[in-house]
């Protein structure tokens, strides 16, 4: 049963996470060849204000 998990910064819409979780089960089930009932994402957003780059938190830029 794989599991993947997405982090990504928050602000995207629900049709747009709709659209991620159906593409990223595809390419799991073309590459492992699980059945997509199989396949579970997990979607974690973060705030800008909880995730850096370079030392800066991304908020800050």
Known sequence: MP????????GRSDDQKKALAAKVTDAVVETTGA???KVSIIIEEMKK????????R???Q
């Open 3 to 10: 599991i993947v998990t997405v982090k990504m910064l928050e």
């Open 49 to 56: 204000t909880d995730y850096a780059v370079g030392g800066v």
């Open 35 to 37: 059945t997509p009932d």
């Open 58 to 60: 991304v908020s800050d």
